[in-house]
């Protein structure tokens, strides 16, 4: 009888599998709108001055400021200037332009007198004709005046290759007057769930049904991941369903995903229609998780999880998780230690991954017990706590591996 696979064999299995995608470099060029979250494939460099042109920081006057050395001081208003004004302005010495926030300071000024310094002393906010305005406080030059250029200069780098575009990425590309940018192209991930128990979520399931959350959970998964669902689909037992769904899914997938339907008992499809192809079905000494299996159909790499739904998170999570992030350009989530917060018994010869919670004092909590058909206690969970193969009690403050889910 062949021994179970350690964790470290079978997750170094999948790699060999995944990693030769991770090596293609590809790069695809999507609109500003579709961007956020994606990882730059090459440094974005600004095409123009950012600003674009000298502006004023303020609501008010725009002035040499030679003129308002000695203040209080009474200047004709010679001009307007809203934002969105698009023909140049000359300051006519010995006046003032008013002038709203952001609009092109005119040639000639140096500074901007903000609104609160002022007071208009002849004419009306809506009848410049002849308006004198009194400035109160004296600006040295440049104060309320942005330069063209002050943030950045053309050719410029404006975000960095291998960043994760948030909001404010994408507001400086977009000033920048660019609608769109190089990004890591993702992984097309197929997803196959399997079992005639299976009904989809908002359907009713009658006696001996079940809802599908693994599709739901995998999905989920995979777009964290920041890889690409390429199709999601759930069948029945029937070994010609399935055999049509997963030469569909290679077809548009680099990596297609299943659960369920790999056990050594009857009605296993997975592993029925997958074993003719070369598929390797193996038991690994992990609780959940212990069925799973690795082959390549097409080309395509097909890796196949166990159908319960904590099995089905937790394999995804210790073996495909990392590879896809690495293809996406994303870091890494790696285990790191934590003490217990309570004592924790384990089965020994199978290395666990039992639900728990980190609390405020940074310690670890087990969730409810190991059973992998708990998903209510999964979701009450925000991470996995690793027990080794062979440690069967740990006591409280015992440090423990630990994977963020």
Same mark, same amino acid.
């Given at each position: ?16 599998? %995944? ?14 709108? $579709?961007? =956020?979250?994606?990882? /730059? ?30 203040? &209080? ?7 307007? #200037? ?6 140049? +302005?000359?300051? /006519? ?10 609009? &092109? ?44 250029? =002050? ?26 007057? @660019?609608?769109?940018?190089? *990004? ?6 197929? #997803? ?27 999905? @989920?998964?995979? $777009? $964290? ?7 999601? /689909? ?8 399935? $055999? ?11 990596? *297609?995903?299943? =659960?369920?339907? #790999? !056990? ?31 082959? %390549? ?6 890796? =196949? ?5 904590? !099995? /089905? ?50 310690? %670890? ?17 925000? *991470? ?17 591996? +630990?994977?963020?889910?």
């Amino acid at each position: 009888m062949t021994p179970p696979r350690t964790v470290e064999e079978h997750a170094e299995t999948i790699a060999r599998l %995944v990693e030769p995608l991770l090596a293609v470099a590809a790069a695809e060029r999507v609109p500003l709108a $579709e961007a =956020s979250g994606r990882v /730059t494939a090459v440094a974005v460099r600004s095409d123009v001055d950012l600003p674009l042109f000298r502006n004023s920081q303020m609501d008010g006057y725009a002035v040499r400021s030679a003129d308002i050395e000695h203040t &209080p001081v009474a200047l004709e208003v010679s001009g307007d #200037i809203p934002a969105g004004h698009t023909v140049p +302005v000359v300051l /006519t010495p010995g006046t003032a332009v008013r002038i709203m926030t952001g609009a &092109p300071v005119p040639s000639g000024a140096d500074a901007v007198v903000p609104v609160e310094d002022t007071e208009l002393v002849l004419g009306r906010d809506d009848d410049l004709s002849g308006a004198v305005v009194e400035i109160r406080r004296s600006r040295r030059p440049g104060e309320y005046v942005r330069e063209r250029g =002050s943030d950045l200069r053309r050719g410029d780098t404006l975000v960095d290759s291998g960043t994760r575009l948030a909001a404010r990425h994408l507001a400086a590309i977009a000033a920048a007057g @660019a609608e769109a940018v190089e *990004v890591r192209a993702r992984l097309r991930v197929g #997803i196959l769930t399997t079992g005639a128990e299976l009904v989809a979520a908002g359907a009713t399931a009658e006696f001996g049904q079940v809802f599908d959350a693994n599709g739901v959970a995998l999905a @989920a998964l995979v $777009e $964290e991941c920041g890889a690409l669902v390429s199709v999601r /689909t759930a069948t029945t037992d029937d070994h010609a369903e399935f $055999e049509r769904a997963l030469q569909h899914a290679v077809s548009v997938s680099d990596i *297609v995903v299943t =659960s369920g339907g #790999i !056990s050594k008992g009857a009605y296993e499809v997975v592993r029925e229609v997958l074993e003719p192809h070369g598929a390797e079905v193996v038991t690994v000494a992990m609780q959940p998780g212990g069925p799973q299996a690795t082959g %390549v159909v097409s080309g395509v790499p097909v890796l =196949s999880f166990p159908g319960n739904p904590v !099995s /089905t998170q937790v394999s995804f999570t210790v073996f495909l998780r990392d590879l896809l992030r690495a293809s996406a350009g994303l870091p890494a989530a790696p285990p790191s230690p934590a003490p217990l917060a309570a004592a924790v018994r384990s089965v020994a010869g199978k290395r666990q991954f039992l639900r728990g919670r980190r609390l405020p004092d940074g310690t %670890v909590q087990q969730v409810a017990g190991p059973s992998s058909h708990l998903v209510a206690a999964m979701a009450r969970s925000d *991470v996995l706590i690793e027990v080794p193969t062979d440690t069967v009690d740990l006591a409280e403050g015992d440090d423990v591996t +630990v994977w963020t889910l």
